[in-house]
């Protein structure tokens, strides 16, 4: 059991470095995520931030672009870090909030570093843009 926690944390770390980079230059990354039915699907999300949900789980609040899911809302999304199993850096940066972008009139505004599904109604690290978000 010690060596699966090992083996575990060292994934676990990996992946946050990978989610901290990608949230620090705004590139988009491919997960593979196992859902809370064991499911394990590729999905190409836009991280925004990083926190703790309420339960205390980190997690990443991410824009879902495409790849599975089992909830109605396929656009933003939370995502535990513990059930990511694989991420990958691509070569898409992004400079803007995806309701800012040509055809994303219709998306939820990105709320910047408040979130009321985490921990304190706040991420800890967070995408930063260059102008005011309105």
Not at 102 to 121: F, H, R, T
């Amino acid at each position: 059991m010690k060596l699966y926690n090992i083996y575990k944390n060292l994934i676990l770390e990996s992946a946050k470095d990978k989610i901290l980079q990608a949230i620090n230059d705004k590139i988009s990354v491919r997960i593979w995520y196992r859902d809370s039915n064991n499911n394990l699907e590729e999905r190409y999300v836009f991280i925004y931030g990083l926190g703790k949900t309420k339960a205390g789980n980190e997690a990443i609040r991410a824009f879902q672009a495409f790849g599975g899911t089992q909830t109605n809302n396929s656009k933003w999304k939370t995502f535990r870090v513990d059930r990511i199993s694989r991420i990958e850096l691509t070569n898409f940066k992004f400079y803007k909030p995806v309701n800012k972008v040509k055809g994303g009139e219709n998306i939820p505004k990105y709320v910047g570093p408040s979130d009321k599904s985490m921990l304190n109604g706040k991420l800890d690290n967070y995408v930063i843009f260059d102008y005011k978000i309105k």
